[in-house]
Each structure stands twice: as C-alpha cells, then as structure tokens.
C-alpha cells in the first residue's frame, strides 16, 4: 500500500448521495460535484447518483469511475421527461430503489452521509439505509418540502398530504447528525420545523461561479447585437421556469410596457412554464419580449452579460423554502438584481445588503412597474451597482469561501 493509500484508508468515508452529478452541470449537479471535489482533500469521498438527466441528458456516463480524487457510482434509474409529472415520479421511483440497493450494500459503521434533498425522496432513502448500516447523516436542504409544493399551487396548506409530509419531515430531521441550508430565511423555517429535536443547524449559501463568470462591456456582446436590442435596457431571466418562478408578474408587466421603447425582456431557459411563457408572448404580440432556449453552463459569461438588469423571482410563500442559485452569477457578472421576492428571505436580503438592486412583492404588478420606473431613472447607476455586485460575489460567495464552511461544517461532526 503506498502511502497516498494509506492516507486515503485513514480517512473517513464521506458518501454524498444526490440524483445529479457529474457530467450534469444543472444546478444541482454543479453544486454537489464541487462540494464533493473540494472535500476529497478531507474525507474519502464517494458519489452515489444517477445518470444526467438534464442538461447533460443523453449522455451515458460510465457506472464507476473515479473522477478529481472522488469515486463515482451512477445508479440505474429511469431518465423520462421531468416535466411530466407522472414521469417525474417514475424518475424518483426508479432511481431510489438503485439508490436505497446501492447505499445499503456501501454503507459502513461510522461512514458519514451527506444527501440533498431534491429529488424530496431521496432523504429518506439516505436516511434509511444509513441507520441500518450504522453510518450518520447530514442533510443538504435547497428546497423545503412540502413547503414548495404548496407555493407552486400543487397543495393546500393544512392538508392531509401536508400534515403526513410534515410528520415524515420529523423523523427525518430527528435522526439528522445535522443540518445544512442555503438562506438565513431557510434556518429559520427549519428551526421551526426542528423544535424540541436538538438538531444543529448550519447556514451555508451557495456561491458565483467566479471561474467562469465576470462582467464583460456591454457593446462587446453578440448577443444583444443579435437581438436588436443593445439601445435598450435589458432585464434579463435566465434559468428555470417552473412552478415556483413567478413569471406571470413579468410578463403581464411587459405586457402593459409593450409600447415603451426603453425596455426589453429576454427570458433563456426551459420548465414546465416555458410552454405557457410562449403562448402569452404570441398571445399578445410581446415585441419586446424575446424568448430563448437554453445554452450551456460554459456560455454563462456570454448571456449574463447580455444584459442591464439580471431578474430573479419566486411566488409567493417561498420565504424559507428556497434559493435561487443563478443570484450569485448575476452578482459575479456585475449586474443589479430585479428580485421578485417576500421581504426578508434570503434573496431580498442579499440585493439589500450590498445595495445592487431593486425587491418587489410577488404578484404586485404594479410594485413591479414602479421598480421598472427607478430602473430607468437609475440608468447611469448601474455601473456603479454592478461594481458592488462583483465585490459581493468576489469577498462571500466564492466557491473557496463555501467549501471552507462545508469542512468546517462536517469535521465538526465526524472528527
């Protein structure tokens, strides 16, 4: 044994356990490939995930392999179009077993556990199979359920589903060696949701993708070139367009805006709203609203400055139940932040804390337009906001920055 082998053999086993990873760069994947990287130094770490399924779908990646000093296992699992949701289901339903199978024959006594929690299934999996084994878990909250399903409409508060998730939640949380989330506003719902239980908490954000991602002039881009727009001021939507997204606000905005010659609204993504999205943009003959598809995670540094104002909105009841991890690239692109959020969650904390941008209730239509009328009078101001956008994402959300808490975070539990 050499002695890199003997290092590794003393070192504690890590498993993280997440449906996406890499080669799937969508959000998830991006952040639990990189948390998992950055601990290897510390921890022997291990991924137990499934195949890619979004914007790396298609690709078959190999079952094992061993990929910057972490070992990979992908599971069997189907891969149909989550946007159904009955496939969506079949998705969860499949690649939990593979992965429950997996974890209980990996497991070891003393092994620590790691595990996100989307897709919401995939806790309890974890959750299970290291009981059984001995080993301790932590739990990586992005999304609270069933919170978010109630904010996407999907279910009503106090009901029988939510009463059962909620107790479901309980036991889960009750065996958590700990806790980690990505706002301040999460902790505080988790705490809630925790009472009695003695579980720590550990609030740790995501961060900018500072190695793919800084601001870039404006009369460079090819993109507003391309669009027509570069006399324009350019709010820009780029990421998800799902259930918890408010783009209804948005777009009954432009509508009312459609013979306003100072603005243009580009949205770039895909979700089960993109379908809606377009229907209204025809609908209404939307001149100034462009609609584009997708484009890789690599061409970040292109359409996030394709832009004057980055936007980023959620409906309503979302407070504590989630992120949106496309703010900290705006930031690192040194762009302001149309946020369209409740007050005090994390998003609005963040554009207001370092002064880079404007925060309005979801569904106020006419909040929205008022902050559309102050961004046009803040027009030469933007350079300025953007300089402390960057700041930001350069001094407290970098991915060195992250990782640090993350060790810091998990040696506190397994020493």
Not at 195 to 209: F, Q, R, Y
């Amino acid at each position: 044994m050499t002695d890199s082998e003997r290092a590794r053999a003393r070192r504690r086993r890590l498993w993280v356990i997440t449906e996406l990873y890499y080669p799937e760069e969508t959000s998830t994947g991006y952040y639990l490939t990189r948390i998992a990287e950055g601990l290897a130094g510390d921890f022997d770490v291990r991924v137990i995930c499934g195949q890619p399924n979004y914007l790396a779908r298609g690709i078959k990646a190999p079952r094992r392999e061993i990929h910057r000093g972490v070992g990979i296992r992908r599971v069997r699992g189907t891969t149909l179009d989550k946007n159904v949701i009955a496939f969506r289901i079949i998705n969860m339903l499949t690649l939990g077993i593979s992965a429950f199978t997996a974890a209980l024959f990996s497991f070891g006594r003393g092994d620590g556990v790691l595990v996100v929690t989307t897709p919401p299934t995939l806790p309890f999996i974890a959750a299970v199979a290291a009981l059984f084994r001995g080993a301790g878990y932590v739990l990586l909250i992005h999304d609270n359920y069933p919170e978010i399903i109630v904010a996407a409409g999907k279910s009503k508060p106090g009901s029988l589903f939510v009463r059962i998730a909620g107790h479901f939640n309980r036991w889960l949380y009750k065996y958590a060696a700990k806790i980690i989330v990505v706002g301040r506003d999460m902790r505080e719902l988790v705490g809630r949701k925790t009472e009695g239980l003695g579980v720590p908490i550990d609030t740790i954000p995501n961060w900018a993708e500072l190695e793919r991602v800084e601001p870039r002039p404006r009369a460079e881009n090819a993109l507003l070139r391309d669009l027509g727009i570069d006399d324009r001021i350019v709010l820009l939507y780029a990421g998800n367009m799902g259930y918890p997204n408010d783009l209804e606000t948005i777009v009954g905005c432009a509508g009312e805006l459609a013979a306003d010659p100072r603005f243009a609204f580009v949205f770039l993504g895909a979700g089960v709203k993109r379908k809606w999205l377009e229907g209204e943009v025809a609908r209404l003959d939307l001149r100034n609203v462009h609609v584009l598809d997708p484009r890789p995670r690599d061409e970040q540094i292109e359409f996030l400055n394709a832009c004057d104002v980055g936007v980023v909105s959620l409906v309503g009841r979302m407070w504590g139940v989630s992120m949106p991890s496309r703010t900290y690239n705006i930031l690192a692109a040194g762009k302001p932040i149309l946020a369209l959020t409740e007050a005090g969650s994390e998003l609005d904390l963040v554009v207001r804390e370092d002064a880079v941008g404007w925060s309005v209730r979801p569904g106020d239509r006419t909040a929205l337009r008022d902050a559309l009328g102050e961004i046009a009078a803040a027009r030469d101001s933007f350079d300025e906001m953007g300089r402390r956008a960057r700041e930001a994402a350069v001094g407290r959300y970098s991915l060195e920055t992250a990782v640090g808490r993350y060790r810091a975070s998990l040696r506190g539990v397994w020493k």
